[in-house]
């Protein structure tokens, strides 16, 4: 069954700290690896997406680091706001099937002032 | 620009009844996908429509089925509702192939 494993269930950090999110995958047919953040009584926004030809990607304070031997990716928040305090997705998609994922469970990140 | 709209945002239904949510994708996009997600967990994947056509389907029963309509505009039906059913029942939207935008969702509640 195609899963994707997501760590830690909740994160607390402070303020101007990193948060570091993990995830793992078993279907090596994967090929598309976006993260979602998702604020209460909203859809998932997209944040950032890797494909796995490369072993990072970085947009502002968000950074992707992919490991395609051992079929993991991470999600790094660098200066970590108030404001980032939601649940965060990672997710998993195949070829050109962009909008077919798979989502891991979540993590429900705070960040304290 | 609009984003993807979906209606109602919320809605309350007996066990048993039926139900319709509606999805309008952003403009251009013609794929529309489907997901179901319980409260504290992440996104299930229910269908994915591509120019009117179904191209995948998850792990969901019968009850659930979908259209596109020419205008790539979707709805998502389930007949007789269960307890379980209660969920925020999200649509995506894409060019085929390439990054999926969700809409805020139908808070579904079932009695």
């Known amino acids: 069954q195609q899963q994707v494993k997501q760590s830690p269930q909740s994160l607390i950090v402070q303020k101007g700290g990193i948060s570091i999110i993990n995830c793992a995958y078993e279907?090596?047919?994967?090929?598309?690896f976006p993260w979602y953040q998702q604020f209460p009584g909203k859809g998932p926004a997209l944040l950032i997406a890797?494909?796995?030809?490369?072993s990072e990607k970085k947009e502002g304070r968000f950074t992707i680091s992919f490991n395609k031997s051992a079929k993991q990716f991470s999600l790094h928040i660098m200066d970590s706001q108030p404001g980032d305090s939601a649940t965060y997705f990672c997710?998993?998609?195949?070829?050109?099937?962009?909008?077919?994922?798979?989502f891991g469970e979540g993590t429900q990140l705070t960040v304290n002032p | 620009d609009a984003g993807v709209t979906q209606s109602p945002t919320h809605l309350i239904k007996t066990r048993g009844q039926h139900v319709t949510l509606r999805c309008s994708p952003i403009s251009g996009h013609k794929s529309v996908s489907w997901y179901q997600q319980v409260l504290g967990q992440g996104p299930q994947f229910i269908f994915q429509y591509y120019e009117k056509e179904e191209r995948g389907r998850g792990n969901f029963p019968d009850r659930f089925s979908a259209r596109q309509f020419p205008n790539y505009s979707s709805e998502l039906n389930v007949n007789a509702l269960l307890l379980g059913d209660s969920a925020l029942y999200l649509c995506?939207?894409?060019?085929?192939?390439?990054?999926?935008?969700f809409g805020q969702g139908t808070r579904l509640t079932v009695v």
């Open positions: 279907n090596t047919a994967f090929d598309y």
């Open positions: 995506a939207s894409s060019f085929w192939g390439g990054e999926a935008f």
């Open positions: 997710a998993a998609g195949v070829g050109t099937s962009g909008s077919r994922l798979t």
């Open positions: 890797i494909r796995p030809d490369v």
